[in-house]
C-alpha cells in the first residue's frame, strides 16, 4: 500500500492535511516525493555507516551513539530536501505550523512528552527489509503507549497508528549494497589486497549488477578511488585477462545496450562475462577484454 491518507471525517484531518499538502508541495509533487524520500535515507544511513573511513558496511556495526545521531541526521536531509526552516520549537516550520521530525529504524518511536498532542512527521526505516513507513499525526495522549521508559518517552500504540496519514505506507527504499553480499563475501573482499584487487574482485564477484561509485569508494578506501577501476593498473587490467569486462555508465552505454544489461547510470559500473564467441569478439574488438 503506497499511501493510506486520513479521512476527511477523523478529528485531525484539519489538523494535518495541510500538513501533508505543504510536504508534497514542497517535494516537488506526490511522485517526486516517492522518489527522493527514500533515496535521502539510504543517504542518510550510508553516511552514518561511512563504509569509507571506517570499513563498515552495515548498520549494525555502528555505535549506540550513532545510531541516535541518525535520526538527526535523517532530521537535517529531509528539512534540507523540502527547503523548510527550522522551526522556534520544534525541528520543521511547514508554513507555519510547528512539525516534529520522530526517525526510527525499530518498529516504534520515541516520543518525549514535549511532543504529546504536536504534529510531527513519522519515519520509520527496516534495513533488513528495504521497507520505509513515513506518515504525519498529531501525537496525542491517547494515541500514546502507557509505559514510559527512562527517559520518560513513550511509543505509538497499535490503536494509535491507525490515526496516522501515512504518505509512504511499506515503500521500498534502496537496499544497502552490502547486505546483498554474505559475511564471508565482504570479508574476501576487504582481504583481496590493495585498492585495484580488492575493486577488482568485488567485479569479478558481483557481475551483471550495477554498482555506485559510493561502494567503489567505500571498498577502495582511497581518495583516488575511480583510478582503481581504469586501466594503467586497475581493476580493467586484471580482469581483462580473465575475460570479464567492466562497463561505465558514462562512456560505455553503447556495449551497455548491446547485451541487454538493463539500465546502468552515471554514477554506476557493471561488469560482463561474455556468454558467446560472437560477445567474446564484440568486447575483444572494442578492447574491453584481452
Same mark, same amino acid.
Given at each position: 500500500?503506497?499511501?493510506?491518507?486520513?479521512?476527511?471525517?477523523?478529528?485531525?484531518?484539519?489538523?494535518?492535511?495541510?500538513?501533508?499538502?505543504?510536504?508534497?508541495?514542497?517535494?516537488?509533487?506526490?511522485?517526486?516525493?516517492? &522518489?527522493?524520500?527514500?533515496?535521502?535515507?539510504?543517504?542518510?544511513?550510508?553516511?552514518?555507516?561511512?563504509?569509507?573511513?571506517?570499513?563498515?558496511?552495515?548498520?549494525?556495526?555502528?555505535?549506540?551513539?550513532?545510531?541516535?545521531?541518525?535520526?538527526?541526521?535523517?532530521?537535517?536531509?529531509?528539512?534540507?530536501?523540502?527547503?523548510?526552516?527550522?522551526?522556534?520549537?520544534?525541528?520543521? #516550520?511547514?508554513?507555519?505550523?510547528?512539525?516534529?521530525?520522530?526517525?526510527?529504524?525499530?518498529?516504534?518511536?520515541?516520543?518525549?512528552?514535549?511532543? &504529546?498532542?504536536?504534529?510531527?512527521?513519522?519515519?520509520?526505516?527496516?534495513?533488513?527489509?528495504?521497507?520505509?513507513?513515513?506518515?504525519?499525526?498529531?501525537?496525542?495522549?491517547?494515541?500514546?503507549?502507557?509505559?514510559?521508559?527512562?527517559?520518560?518517552?513513550?511509543?505509538?500504540?497499535?490503536?494509535?497508528?491507525? #490515526?496516522?496519514?501515512?504518505?509512504?505506507?511499506?515503500?521500498?527504499?534502496?537496499? #544497502?549494497?552490502?547486505?546483498?553480499?554474505?559475511?564471508?563475501?565482504?570479508?574476501?573482499?576487504? #582481504?583481496?589486497?590493495?585498492?585495484?584487487?580488492?575493486?577488482?574482485?568485488?567485479?569479478?564477484?558481483?557481475?551483471?549488477?550495477?554498482?555506485?561509485?559510493?561502494?567503489?569508494?567505500?571498498?577502495?578506501?582511497?581518495?583516488?578511488?575511480?583510478?582503481?577501476?581504469?586501466?594503467?593498473?586497475?581493476?580493467?587490467?586484471?580482469?581483462?585477462?580473465?575475460?570479464?569486462?567492466?562497463?561505465?555508465?558514462?562512456?560505455?552505454?553503447?556495449?551497455?545496450?548491446?547485451?541487454?544489461?538493463?539500465?546502468?547510470?552515471?554514477?554506476?559500473?557493471?561488469?560482463?562475462?561474455?556468454?558467446?564467441?560472437?560477445? &567474446?569478439?564484440?568486447?575483444?574488438?572494442?578492447?574491453?577484454?584481452?
Amino acid at each position: 500500500m503506497a499511501t493510506l491518507p486520513l479521512d476527511s471525517t477523523h478529528p485531525d484531518y484539519a489538523s494535518v492535511h495541510p500538513i501533508v499538502k505543504a510536504i508534497y508541495e514542497a517535494a516537488g509533487g506526490r511522485d517526486e516525493f516517492e &522518489v527522493n524520500i527514500p533515496i535521502i535515507l539510504r543517504t542518510a544511513i550510508d553516511e552514518v555507516i561511512d563504509t569509507p573511513r571506517t570499513g563498515r558496511f552495515l548498520l549494525e556495526q555502528t555505535e549506540k551513539t550513532e545510531k541516535t545521531y541518525l535520526g538527526t541526521k535523517v532530521e537535517i536531509l529531509v528539512r534540507a530536501f523540502l527547503k523548510f526552516s527550522k522551526g522556534s520549537v520544534l525541528d520543521m #516550520n511547514v508554513k507555519g505550523a510547528e512539525v516534529d521530525i520522530k526517525n526510527t529504524m525499530g518498529t516504534n518511536w520515541s516520543i518525549p512528552r514535549e511532543n &504529546v498532542g504536536r504534529p510531527a512527521l513519522l519515519i520509520r526505516s527496516s534495513e533488513a527489509k528495504s521497507l520505509c513507513d513515513i506518515g504525519v499525526a498529531v501525537l496525542h495522549d491517547g494515541y500514546l503507549n502507557p509505559g514510559q521508559n527512562q527517559d520518560a518517552k513513550r511509543g505509538v500504540s497499535a490503536a494509535g497508528a491507525a #490515526n496516522i496519514w501515512w504518505m509512504l505506507r511499506q515503500h521500498p527504499y534502496p537496499v #544497502n549494497f552490502w547486505q546483498l553480499l554474505s559475511d564471508s563475501q565482504r570479508k574476501a573482499l576487504i #582481504n583481496a589486497g590493495g585498492g585495484s584487487a580488492r575493486i577488482a574482485a568485488l567485479f569479478e564477484m558481483v557481475q551483471g549488477r550495477p554498482i555506485s561509485r559510493v561502494q567503489i569508494q567505500g571498498l577502495a578506501r582511497q581518495l583516488d578511488y575511480m583510478k582503481r577501476i581504469r586501466r594503467n593498473g586497475g581493476a580493467r587490467d586484471i580482469l581483462a585477462p580473465k575475460g570479464i569486462a567492466i562497463f561505465s555508465g558514462v562512456y560505455d552505454q553503447e556495449p551497455i545496450k548491446h547485451l541487454g544489461l538493463g539500465l546502468v547510470t552515471r554514477e554506476e559500473f557493471i561488469s560482463y562475462t561474455p556468454k558467446s564467441t560472437d560477445e &567474446v569478439s564484440y568486447l575483444r574488438r572494442i578492447g574491453h577484454i584481452d
